[in-house]
């Protein structure tokens, strides 16, 4: 507990906070709410199906970026979980280890799920991308990739059936809205995905690329909202 309370106030004061929210006791005070405790019957069967999803997928051709990837990433945490990250593509470390945001964007990602909102990265959320394999120096991948591989998603999606999507950037937010989003209006707006609620907010790629306490914040504003429609 006192590690946890340690953890969160470096990381309030990293993010520009020089006082303490009022909401550091729902970020603090429950025993941390694991999904894997409280799976509902009728997600029971939620791990086979996405299993049944990547079997489909397989060693997937169907589009370019399959000649120049090392393993596909398909995605990782709790089928079950209440909150999806949807990010927009595996870059060189998720290339080479086949698990989504594990380079240094990724440790963003981790910490701000651990140390901003109070839950477990593998328990709590499951994490993945609008393409599965690495466009070619990071680019941003192209209209006719995202289509070939949305399928893919929208069945992750289908299958988790999560309270809450969150999606990380401009084209995840563009993908899933079925129109070109500007991020930097539309960020900490709630939107929806096929009845589930969808909160849009900065990659953490871009955050790092552009620490300002002003966008640190900004990501912390937006996932205090997603704890409250969580109830956490
Ligand atoms: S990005 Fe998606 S559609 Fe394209 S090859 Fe990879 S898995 Fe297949």
Same mark, same amino acid.
């Given at each position: 507990?006192?590690?946890?309370?340690?953890?969160y106030?470096?990381?309030?004061?990293?993010?520009?906070?020089?006082?303490i929210p009022q909401q550091i006791e729902l970020n603090l005070s429950p025993?941390?709410?694991?999904?894997?405790?409280?799976?509902?019957?009728?997600?029971?069967?939620?791990?086979?199906?996405?299993?049944?999803?990547?079997?489909?997928?397989?060693?997937?051709?169907?589009?370019?970026?399959?000649?120049?990837?090392?393993?596909?990433?398909?995605?990782?945490?709790?089928?079950?979980?209440?909150?999806?990250?949807?990010?927009? @593509?595996?870059?060189?470390? /998720?290339? !080479?280890?086949?698990?989504?945001?594990?380079?240094?964007?990724? #440790?963003? =990602?981790?910490? %701000?799920?651990?140390?901003?909102?109070g839950?477990?990265?593998?328990?709590?959320?499951?994490?993945?991308?609008?393409?599965?394999?690495?466009?070619? @120096?990071?680019?941003?991948? /192209?209209? !006719?990739?995202?289509?070939?591989?949305?399928?893919?998603?929208? #069945?992750? =999606?289908?299958? %988790?059936?999560?309270?809450?999507?969150?999606?990380?950037?401009?084209?995840?937010?563009?993908?899933?809205?079925?129109?070109?989003?500007?991020?930097?209006?539309?960020?900490?707006?709630?939107? !929806?995905?096929?009845?589930?609620?969808?909160?849009?907010?900065?990659?953490?790629?871009?955050?790092?690329?552009?620490?300002?306490?002003?966008?640190?914040?900004?990501?912390?504003?937006?996932?205090?909202?997603?704890?409250?429609?969580?109830?956490?």
């Amino acid at each position: 507990m006192l590690q946890e309370l340690k953890n969160y106030l470096l990381f309030l004061k990293d993010y520009g906070y020089t006082e303490i929210p009022q909401q550091i006791e729902l970020n603090l005070s429950p025993p941390k709410k694991t999904s894997k405790t409280h799976t509902s019957p009728s997600k029971q069967n939620n791990p086979d199906l996405l299993q049944a999803v990547q079997d489909e997928l397989g060693d997937c051709t169907r589009c370019k970026l399959s000649e120049g990837r090392n393993k596909i990433v398909f995605g990782s945490g709790n089928p079950n979980a209440d909150l999806v990250f949807v990010g927009e @593509g595996p870059g060189k470390d /998720e290339d !080479e280890q086949g698990f989504p945001f594990v380079g240094r964007a990724g #440790k963003k =990602l981790t910490e %701000i799920i651990e140390k901003g909102m109070g839950l477990n990265r593998e328990q709590d959320t499951y994490i993945c991308n609008i393409v599965k394999c690495r466009p070619p @120096g990071n680019r941003d991948p /192209e209209a !006719e990739e995202i289509s070939a591989c949305k399928p893919f998603l929208l #069945k992750q =999606l289908e299958v %988790i059936r999560p309270k809450v999507i969150v999606a990380l950037g401009k084209p995840a937010s563009s993908t899933l809205l079925g129109r070109s989003v500007p991020i930097t209006k539309e960020r900490g707006t709630w939107h !929806e995905f096929e009845g589930i609620k969808l909160m849009l907010t900065f990659h953490p790629a871009y955050l790092l690329r552009f620490y300002t306490v002003e966008n640190r914040k900004a990501v912390h504003e937006d996932m205090k909202k997603v704890l409250e429609v969580l109830g956490k």
